[in-house]
């Protein structure tokens, strides 16, 4: 069992950048793929990043390549997204995932542990 918490989320203009950070308790963070989704009002969650264990892999989704860099500090059991040339359409509220399976993935089904959730607001 994983229990993960989201933190640094707030309001920016466009054009900003903040830093998510999502610190993990219990056994075996080093072990998954963690992953950042988001959701806007009145929309799916979808995904934005995920990280395999040891940090060789990543993947993003297409709409925030180029600006958003995921990392993880295993020692810390933390995972980060550095989100910069933030938009307005990337304004959501932004989940912490961690997947047992090994094989980094990009579905929301794939995930087997969630955090509440951070919400980043970027004005126009």
């Known amino acids: 069992q994983v229990q993960l918490v989201e933190s640094g989320g707030g309001l920016v203009q466009a054009g900003g950048s903040l830093r998510l950070s999502c610190a993990a308790s219990?056994?075996?963070?080093?072990?998954?793929?963690m992953g950042w989704f988001r959701q806007a009002p009145g929309k799916e969650r979808e995904f934005v990043a995920a990280i395999s264990w040891g940090g060789y892999n990543t993947a993003y989704a297409d709409s925030v390549k180029g600006r958003f860099n995921i990392s993880r500090d295993n020692a810390k059991n933390t995972v980060y997204l550095q989100m910069n040339s933030l938009k307005p359409e990337d304004t959501a509220a932004y989940y912490c995932?961690?997947?047992?399976?090994?094989?980094?993935?990009?579905?929301?089904?794939?995930?087997?542990?969630w955090g509440q959730g951070t919400q980043v607001t970027v004005s126009s």
């Open positions: 219990g056994r075996g963070f080093s072990s998954y793929v």
């Open positions: 995932a961690a997947d047992r399976s090994g094989g980094v993935r990009t579905t929301t089904p794939a995930y087997d542990y």
